[in-house]
């Protein structure tokens, strides 16, 4: 249970007599988490190298049983070794390292209590933000709405960090596996982390399309309807390889 895990790794007494930092921070650390960590810092590096986020901004986690494991706050992602494993239990109580999780948690955690997630990606991403200042919802600018379950709805702002942005990030995904937020960025949320960054990805792109198509003067861009993006919904079901 999280409260046997929380004992046995304890914050600040995993500091023993002759053992390093990085074999401190290990303690109690098992080979799906490790494994876990590496995948996320992967996928961390990755969201600054594609240019969603910038420094320390956007955090990503990943669900292992009943531990999520998080990027830590203000630590930029290229700095982050295997030593640095930082991980919560799904009540935000840490149970793995001793670097501070993201202010971001309450994000995270609402979306794993809520869903089915196992991976969830937060970004900054240029277009998508500039959306969230425009609009209450991303016009159907493209049928890959779909993946994300359909019209992508923008949160209203609230503090970052605070309970008040989880609740409205919340109602913006219902039926939807990922929303922008006010004046913020993007949350999506995944299977997998490969699926949940590849989900922020698409999100970034419809922005960007749609900005591109609105700037033209004179001219408005044809939209799809609701029932284009429905059918569009139930050809994706059968998408992909089947084993």
């Known amino acids: 249970m999280a409260e046997e895990r929380g004992d046995e790794r304890g914050t600040g007494d995993v500091r023993g007599g002759g053992q390093d930092a990085g074999e401190s921070r290990r303690k109690g650390?098992?080979?799906e988490e490790a494994r876990a960590w590496e995948d996320l810092v992967a996928t961390a590096r990755r969201t600054v190298g594609d240019g969603l986020v910038v420094g320390t901004s956007g955090n990503v986690s990943v669900?292992?049983?009943d531990t999520v494991l998080v990027t830590p706050s203000g630590v930029p992602y290229d700095r982050l070794a295997p030593d640095d494993v930082t991980g919560v239990d799904l009540d935000g109580r840490r149970v793995l390292g001793t670097l501070v999780p993201t202010s971001e948690l309450p994000m995270h955690l609402a979306?794993?209590?809520?869903?089915?997630?196992?991976?969830?990606v937060h970004t900054h991403a240029v277009?998508?933000?500039?959306v969230s200042t425009l609009v209450s919802e991303l016009p159907l600018i493209h049928y890959m709405a779909a993946a994300l379950g359909g019209p992508v709805r923008v949160a209203p702002y609230a503090?970052?960090?605070?309970d008040e942005l989880a609740e409205n990030m919340l109602r913006a995904l219902a039926d939807r596996s990922g929303c922008l937020l006010q004046n913020h960025g993007t949350i999506t949320y995944g299977a997998s982390l490969d699926q949940a960054y590849d989900r922020t990805a698409q999100l970034e792109w419809m922005c960007r399309l749609w900005l591109t198509a609105t700037s033209v003067p004179g001219l408005s861009p044809?939209?799809?309807?609701?029932?284009?993006?429905?059918?569009?919904?139930?050809?994706?079901?059968?998408?992909g390889q089947r084993g």
């Open 29 to 31: 650390v098992r080979p």
């Open 63 to 65: 669900r292992v049983g």
């Open 111 to 120: 979306v794993y209590r809520t869903t089915g997630a196992r991976a969830v």
């Open 127 to 130: 277009h998508a933000t500039a």
């Open 159 to 162: 503090t970052y960090g605070s």
């Open 222 to 239: 044809s939209l799809l309807s609701t029932e284009q993006l429905t059918e569009v919904q139930n050809r994706l079901r059968d998408y």
